[in-house]
């Protein structure tokens, strides 16, 4: 049986997992480096990457927070403060224990032995503790609080089975730190955070999220309470995109951020942390790629549109040329979404067919041709990345300019209702352990199984352990919105109060 | 004798060094933290370079880069691959030996032996090598060239005398790495990016700058051409603000970026390398500070204006902070150089001297205070940094929208006017060996000696090398624009063909 020609071999279908990867090569966004586990991210990833930042810190700024830089390195005694947090963190990472290095008579190099460190210093993997120290150092009043600062950063977590975005040993992030004076203050801003993630997934990356707790088993090392958005893929996997952290008074009590409350008294700081990552670049791919490669939100695309110049014969080149550019000044000077519109002009030396097919699948949201009839005419040939690949009009210059801005925003209107149909279509209420078995199962080779299971949990880290080991299904979260409901626990029949996100995640 | 009171002790005249770091620490923009030579950049000062990254980024995009990120890590073996870069830069680097951290067995962590790396990672000190290798794999034909890529990130160079943002362990930069099919654009491209800087510097720093080409023996390594920009600071001393190297067709070598030429013939690419760091934000702080503090070229500055409430009863304080904050959201819409003003409105519950003078400290270009008074009258008071503190005027609102972008183009008009005066005033032809010792020998105790010396070099490292040793005295660069002129070398009197720019430095 002949199947439908696509562009990325295997289909999503046929295999997920490998579909990923060569979304990931065929859209030119990054690749593995010689270091194990590292990946280079190339300029067309990178951009996707600087797109974020832009949208993120925009809203981080709108929320009273500033960026600041704290160091790489973290003495290793740091690491050991917290108990938990070292029980989580204090494991896969890298460390450095020289500081010189020296010929070894070989022709080559080695660390130099005169230069060990008398402490080694640990890469971060996060920032709490080395942060937590310098806090405090600037706080000795409830006068110095709170404190709200972000920092856009790399991190390395040693990853034995890295995948390119999605588990890498460095990976590029921000993270949020802020103290407060009091408890209900750093909740506050814990939930505000979240909030931001929220609105960010679904107004930058088109992506619905749910949002809530997690269980006290997935809680982030030495957090009183993790807040996460869970996102569905299109192997109905969760996929946490971004969490909020809740600290209490465990990190200032490990760091020593005290300070001199309005009553003069010595008070403990109340501390949050909260991040997102370049695993964002992969949750977008899952989301919203297709069997033709990526296909990218307007907003956080490199370019929003592509020109492509169709010069069948050498002496069209400049006129043809000419013209892109001048259509290029003009929707440059457009805006969407707040910002300029970003135009590629692609003038290699290859056929259209095969310019056409590289920015199909790197998922540019628009692409226009223009050939010396179009120039006779004043039109364009012009092509959605949200329909299919032969699906064109052709307005005029004027036509586009009008539309652009819409027509970017109705692209990622149509984003947002096929990932949201997704989200809805595979996310259901599960009352009886046999159901919930049988949702998580994959019925073919596809290896894709249900989606997401509301449903009801004893609340016992036994029952969240059987059901991870026995099913690998894990509490996304306890959903924000969720009412109170009696039912029995859908593994032990014991009585729950609550239902709660069960699914496979990545 | 009694002096003039200033905010900063010592003056730069009294102890310019010293006034740097009290600098620094007044105006809140950096500190030491506990990992030695590794700075906690703070919102202030890492507002400046947030400014500084939006300048240059616009300028490399404008010519043509797309920015990328490689790795952090770098094997061991490939610092060994380039024979000079090995040499100057394989020595004072931070090494990753181990992968995980376990129990020490006394409640403490440690490297665990058994996870030792097989082959040692070293913290990138620069990517040439790394991005090398990757570029190799990227490059099979002259059609794959240029590749025309920036990074942003940072590097790590152990420092055994660190000082805030002038020499750090770790600092935050810019490396572009170009490969190009010809000599001739590799160089082209080596100059259009001085330029850039060169140009940067004017624009947003408000610094004239030498540009010109490092001697040999100053050279970067493993280049065969390096341009730099020179700044003087006001101790007179030269700093390095930006290198261009143009690498030839070393790096290629050495890491194997090879390509089918239009001739169908293997030849090996030629690759180019730029940057500029952190280190910019010290040379600012010493270019254009003064015995009150920091001052900040507009263009780089957090905040444009801060707005400071004053507040002589509670009871006026709701209209006084409503009027600050019309104020501030119609500067805010109000644009300056291409952005937004900034604007910070400090509602601190401090006084109104207190917070002036940490403004001051901080070197904001405009300060505007709001009383009950002004209210009434419809007027603010104004003060601009590159004037007395006590220097005010009292323009109605409407006067300070409609001037507030011409005031900021004016400051910076006055520190580039003040800084090329310096420059000017400090930038001798020096003909004799004995006006040159004289020259580089401080009269008093400021240690501040003469500035830049013009005079003419034999061209040996011999020379070279005396000077240095014996005044600390080094040739800054070889001036691009310096005319072919006879005459004898200022040291050994050997006939020279042109003078270089001789100086301290930092």
Redesign the interface.
């Known amino acids: 049986m002949s199947q439908p020609q696509t562009a990325i071999t295997p289909t999503r279908d046929a295999d997920f997992p490998e579909w990923y990867q060569q979304v990931v090569k065929a859209a030119d966004l990054a ?1 593995n ?3 194990r586990g ?6 067309w ?3 996707i ?2 797109a974020m930042q832009r949208g993120l810190d925009g809203m981080f700024k709108a929320t009273g927070h ?12 740091y ?2 403060k917290e108990a938990q947090h ?1 029980e989580g963190f ?13 010929s070894d008579g070989k ?5 130099a032995p005169s230069a060990e460190l008398a402490e ?4 971060r993997p996060t920032s709490e503790t ?1 942060i937590g ?2 806090y405090a ?1 600037w706080v000795q009043s409830y ?1 110095d609080l709170p404190i709200l ?1 972000n920092q856009w ?2 991190v ?1 977590r ?1 990853e034995m089975r890295p995948r390119v975005f999605l588990r890498t040993a ?1 990976f ?1 992030w921000q993270e949020g730190h802020t103290a407060h004076e009091t408890k209900a203050e750093a909740v506050a801003e814990t939930e505000q955070m979240l909030g931001v993630y929220a609105t960010f997934a679904r107004d930058w990356l088109a992506l619905p999220v749910f949002t809530g707790e997690k269980s006290a088993g997935e809680r982030f090392p030495g957090a009183e309470q993790t807040l996460c958005i869970e996102a569905m893929v299109q192997d109905r996997k969760a996929i946490q995109a971004g969490t909020s952290h809740f600290l209490g008074q465990n990190f200032a009590k490990a760091s020593g951020i005290e300070f001199l409350s309005r009553e003069n008294k010595k008070e403990f700081a109340w501390t949050t942390s909260w991040g997102v990552s370049t695993r964002l670049i992969g949750t977008v791919i899952m989301a919203h790629g297709d069997d033709d490669g990526l296909i990218l939100p307007p907003r956080i695309a490199p370019a929003h549109v592509v020109i492509l110049p169709i010069v069948p014969k050498p002496d069209m080149r400049d006129s043809v040329f000419a013209a892109c550019d001048a259509l290029a000044a003009q929707l440059r000077a457009t805006i969407f979404a707040g910002e300029p519109i970003r135009v590629e002009v692609d003038k ?2 290859l056929t259209g067919g095969v310019k056409s097919w590289e920015w199909i699948k790197k998922g540019v949201p628009v692409r226009v041709e223009i050939g010396p009839r179009d120039l006779e005419k004043g039109t364009v040939a012009f092509a959605r990345r949200d329909r299919g690949h032969k699906e064109k009009t052709f307005p005029t210059n004027a036509e586009l300019l009008a539309s652009i801005a819409t027509t970017l925003q109705e692209i990622h209107d149509t984003l947002l209702a096929r990932a949201t149909t997704l989200r809805d279509t595979h996310t259901v209420k599960i009352e009886t352990r046999e159901d919930f078995v049988k949702f998580f199962t994959a019925k073919d080779d596809s290896k894709i199984s249900g989606g997401f299971a509301l449903a009801h949990w004893d609340g016992t880290a036994e029952t969240e352990t059987e059901i991870k080991e026995q099913l690998k299904v894990t509490i996304r979260c306890i959903p924000a919105d969720a009412p109170a409901e009696d039912g029995p626990c859908v593994w032990s029949g014991k009585p729950s109060k609550r239902r709660v996100l069960f699914a496979k995640s990545y």
């Open positions: 690749e480096s010689d270091v590292c990946m280079v991210i190339k300029p990833g990178y951009g990457w600087e500033k960026n600041a830089y704290f160091p790489l390195f973290i003495p290793l005694s690491m050991a070292v204090a494991k896969e990472c890298a460390v450095v224990t020289h500081h010189r290095l020296e022709g080559g190099l080695r660390p080694p210093l640990v890469v080395i120290a310098t150092k006068r600062i950063a790399n390395v040693w460095e590029l290699r030396d």
